[in-house]
């Protein structure tokens, strides 16, 4: 079954709290998505670890519920 765009949004937010969240719907089948998360907690940090933050959010169903998340990550600009 696949996740919807409010699912994966929420889910992020949750394990990234003041997070800005911005998903879209790739295909419009559920199932590839692309999200744009800027988050103050990334700061530093390299691209490689922002992405796994995510993917810890998202709770293992990347490549199973989900499969297909295009990922830009970024931290707040001053």
């Given at each position: ?44 940090l ?16 990347m ?16």
């Open positions: 079954m696949a996740m919807s765009a409010n699912e994966i949004e929420t889910m992020i937010k949750d394990a990234l709290p003041g997070a800005s969240v911005d998903i879209q719907d790739l295909r419009g089948d559920g199932d590839h998505y692309a999200a744009h998360v800027v988050y103050e907690g990334f700061r530093g390299p691209r490689v670890k922002q992405h796994q933050m995510v993917y810890n959010a998202l709770q293992g169903r490549g199973g519920v989900l499969h297909a998340l295009a990922l830009q990550t970024s931290a707040p600009k001053e």
